[in-house]
């Protein structure tokens, strides 16, 4: 378990993280998303103690990380994986000697490397890449071989910053597909940094939105997107529709798929009354689908709207034009 | 001006010259080699984006480094007689010329070998922290792995240059091909041994780039 408490992060005289308070349980995915510079990668490294912090803690496992030094801190981040954006093997090695660094710098013995690569190699797909160099590798090999090296340590955590920013979509599904695995096999817990909403719909269970350094809202990926909070407004931006200018505009989010599909044929069934169908978008999340829908409707019909989304317990808001 | 004959060229001349110039060249390449390789790693070490940041020590040696290569090579060495008649007892001689050699070389090499190391991804490094490798397991592992092909590639432009500095020696008693082109050709008016020896210096020059095109290509 992390819990990052009142975390404090400045460069000079910029405040970069302010107040961070989030709680991360074991075997959660959780995602970090915010625009860039909000300081998400800044968040991340902390955790594995690549940045110091003026402020707070963050205490994982039980373990207080600023009391960390030197070889306690290594020791730390043998248990901590971490990929990134770029890629980061040595070009000229192959992808059994990018992936057996870190059992050389841990001095684990070679047949019990080979094991571990070995086995690696075969849940990230690249058996046959075994004696390949790393740069005649494709873009989502390349990071199959970061994924495979940042676990080789057997850690408990794994931490992505924006690891699928630099691949084409199909790619970015192999991989996120592959980190899914990694977390149902092996209870692994994943941080993932990104700014792709996608990327949190598919993988996380609970989100935090970062703002210029403040965490703004935090909790459970449906329920964030169910509330709709600002920072998550700002952050896809406003409903991309029109909303008319006359009658009522209102917002229904639907997480049950079944209901989703169903609901305009019971609401025109039941009710009875003319509405305009303005929007309606279908997200897929990691458990289910969030239907979201806006109707416009008219003043005088407005209340038996809202009694129909009671009486049948819907979630629904009313949105006013900008 | 006195005709020699090829054979007293080749037996009494060149070979003895080239004898001198390839041991200068040969140890003045392992000590800049060394030292230079030790100073590119202080640099990085505590450089900007480094293995521990140190402003004002990456300052200090940033300006020691700039200082010495400001130096025109003769004047160098001119310059720290002194220094080279109490480490190495005389001031002629080939051995005497290893100092000021070194001297030379290793700011040139030390910034070439850091300039390789730059090279080097960041991620690449945060990626080695990040799995718990201490600094000198970076160096190790990570660093000259990464740039190994770039360093040879800086090793033949530093050897080539060393060359050359052991001409400019040469004229300050050290011996050598330098000294011989200038003191059996250019001083005696006998253009036959001067451009004779500036193609064995050319030969020299072709060789070592090729040599190391050749070791580039195969660690690449
Ligand atoms: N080494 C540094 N020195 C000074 N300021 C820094 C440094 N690193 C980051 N910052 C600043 O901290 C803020 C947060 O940076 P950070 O890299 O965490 O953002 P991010 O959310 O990861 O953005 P992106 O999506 O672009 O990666 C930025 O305003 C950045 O300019
Ligand atoms: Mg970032």
Known sequence: ?322 | MVDYSWNVIIFQIIFPSMGVTLLMVLCATVLACLLGFCLAIALFWVGKHGLSPNEKCYATLNIVVSFIRSFPFIILAISILPITRFITGSVIGWESALFPLTVAATPFMGRIFENCFKEVSLDLIDAARSFGATNLQIVFKILIPATLPSIVNGGVLSVIQILSLTTIAGTLGAGGIGASALIYGYQSFNDKIMYTLVIVLFVLVLAIQLLGDYVYKRIK
């Open chain 1, 1 to 322: 378990m992390i819990t990052i408490e009142n975390l404090h992060k400045r460069y000079h005289d910029t405040e970069v993280l302010n107040s961070i308070n989030i709680t991360i349980d074991d075997g959660d995915i959780y995602g970090l998303i915010g625009r860039s510079g909000a300081g998400k990668s800044t968040l991340l490294r902390c955790i594995n103690g690549l940045e110091t912090f003026q402020g707070g803690s963050i205490v994982i496992d039980g373990v207080d990380i600023a009391t960390l030094h030197d070889k306690s801190l290594r020791e730390l981040r043998k248990n901590i994986g971490m990929i990134f954006q770029g890629f980061s093997l040595i070009d000229r090695k192959t992808v059994y000697e990018n992936i057996a660094i870190p059992l050389e710098c841990w001095h684990i013995p070679k047949p019990e490397q080979k094991e571990r690569i070995e086995k690696l190699l075969k849940i990230v797909g690249l058996e046959s890449k075994r004696d390949q160099k790393a740069r005649d590798l494709s873009g989502g090999q390349k990071q199959r071989v970061a994924i495979a090296r940042a676990m080789v340590m057997n850690p408990k955590i794994l931490l992505c910053d924006e690891a699928t920013s630099a691949l084409d979509p199909k790619t970015t599904d192999e991989i996120l597909e592959l980190l899914l695995e990694l977390n149902k096999e092996y209870g692994i817990t994943i941080i993932m940094v990104t700014h792709q909403m996608s990327v949190i719909h598919r993988m996380c269970t609970k989100m935090s939105i970062l703002e210029n350094g403040h965490c703004m809202v935090s909790g459970d990926v449906k329920e964030v997107f169910l509330e709709q909070p600002q920072a998550l407004q700002n952050l896809v931006g406003i409903l991309e529709c029109n909303l008319p200018e006359t009658g009522i505009n209102i917002e229904v989010l639907i997480t049950d798929e079944a209901v989703g599909q169903q609901f305009h044929s019971d609401l025109s069934l039941s009710l009875k009354k003319p509405y305009k169908l303005i929007n309606s978008s279908l997200t897929h999340y990691r458990e289910g689908v969030l239907s979201a829908f806006v109707i416009n409707v008219s003043q005088e019909d407005y209340q038996d709207f809202l009694d129909y989304f009671d009486a049948n317990h819907l979630n629904y808001k009313r949105i006013e034009r900008e």
